[in-house]
């Protein structure tokens, strides 16, 4: 079995899966509960002055049939006060030493954040993550996301905080910027020991149509949230990737976004992150989907032959290019297998609609519409593919107009029916090389 422990910035942790800082990290009693189902650590609901919620405080986009696929909420830091949070934390170390605690943390003044960092730290915490993401409430104060969006206010509290702690100092980056490359080597250039993105997306999720008042509706009004949850997740990783190509980020991610299970993680550990933070999925299934996690990552780990979750870091990050660098002469192309076709022939729609106008059915050849590549005509297959399910509806795709847009395999609902098959192809170009031999001019442009 691979070993899944990892070491974060000099913070040893059993695995890399632990709760990010939010509802199921809020107590003493749910961060046991969620140890003993198998998390290797909890970064704590963010600390600092108690704060009063207002009601109600979440929001959900659902979609066809799958609850929660996005998350909005309102809700701030802990409304607890600090001494019942800390004395929870002493707790828990005692009980699980060898479980991560990461304080999350948020306040104002460089007073009060060498207070809050050292009360902490006597409590037996790990490390401290410092929140810069939050975007609702917390930065109409001047705080959360509010710092996360100026680089040089980042770095000056960030260099704050390192004067003070004695344990590893992780930087948490709101989504909220125009470039995650500036906040993340601000966060570098003030002694942070660690990143940890993303924070939630500002948003709002809804609109009540009877009254008229955003969602969640908080009596006849509403603000915006920060939404996350499996819809944020591309964001998510192309931001963790972004940082971890940079040669200016030294230091080691904690991954965040719409992580829901094993796979989800294993995405964000080989491009680039060395542990992984779960809010919303734990919010709607529990803390019992660790063990799938951990169970699952193991063996995928085992199949490819690495004997670490360590070996799979950043394994991915090497095949991200910029557009310019891809290979213009890479093809595939669609095919159906007739076998596994239930002739819904929604790949037809979709690509006549929605692509590049080069699936057909029936037996007749059919003509190119006039935007084709090539012009003239598609010639139907003989014989044309009959299916055991779809009979005669089975479509099939003229190849020589298939650009391999992969929109067809997307949408048909019958699992291996539509494959991307790859042709022979030329010698590699890319689109920087055009540039460089003076060839990135193609006919029919502006001054043609």
Known sequence: MADLSIDFAGIKSPNPFWLASAPPANSGEQVMRAFD????????????????????????????????MGLNNIELITDRPLEVNLKEIREVKKRYPKHVIIASLM???????????????????????????????????????????????????????KEFAKTPVLVKLTPNTGDILEPGLAAVAGGGDGISLI?????????????????????????????????????ALHMLSALARDPGITVPISGIGGISDWRDAAEFIA?????????????????RIVEDMIEGLSDFL??????????????????????????????????????K????????TACHDGAHQCIFTGEQDRQRPPQAHHPGVAKA????????????????????????????????????????????????????????????????????
């Open 37 to 68: 189902a198998g998390w290797g650590g909890a970064v704590w609901k963010t600390l600092g002055d108690p704060i009063m919620n207002v009601s109600s405080r979440f929001g959900a986009v659902d979609y066809r049939g799958h609850k929660m």
């Open 107 to 161: 306040t104002e003044t460089k007073h009060d954040w060498k207070v809050l960092i050292q009360k902490c730290e006597d409590a037996g915490a790990d490390g401290l993550e410092l929140n810069f993401g939050c975007p609702h409430g917390m930065c109409e104060r001047g705080m959360g996301s509010s710092v996360g969006q100026e680089p040089k206010l980042l770095q000056e509290i960030t260099s704050w905080t």
């Open 199 to 235: 924070n939630t997306i500002k948003s709002i999720v809804g609109v009540d149509l009877d009254r008229m008042v955003p969602l969640p509706r908080v009596g006849a009004a509403s603000t915006n949230g920060g939404y996350c949850g499996p819809a944020v997740k591309p964001i």
């Open 271 to 287: 491009l680039g992150a060395t542990s992984v933070q779960v809010c919303t999925a734990v919010m709607h299934y529990g803390y």
């Open 302 to 339: 085992d199949a490819r032959g690495m004997k670490s979750v360590n070996e799979l870091r950043g394994k991915a990050t090497g095949a991200y290019q910029e557009w310019g660098d891809l290979d213009l002469n890479y093809k595939i192309v669609a095919e159906i297998d007739a076998k």
């Open 341 to 348: 076709c239930i002739g819904c022939q929604l790949c037809v």
């Open 381 to 448: 297959p003989k014989p044309l593919p009959i299916g055991a399910i779809a009979g005669d509806r089975v479509p099939w795709v003229d190849e020589p107009e298939c650009v391999g847009c992969n929109l067809c395999q997307l949408v048909c609902p019958v699992p291996g029916c539509i494959t991307m098959v790859e042709k022979p192809a030329a010698k590699k170009e890319t689109w920087n090389d055009r540039v460089r031999e003076g060839r990135d001019k193609i006919p029919g442009g502006i001054h043609s």
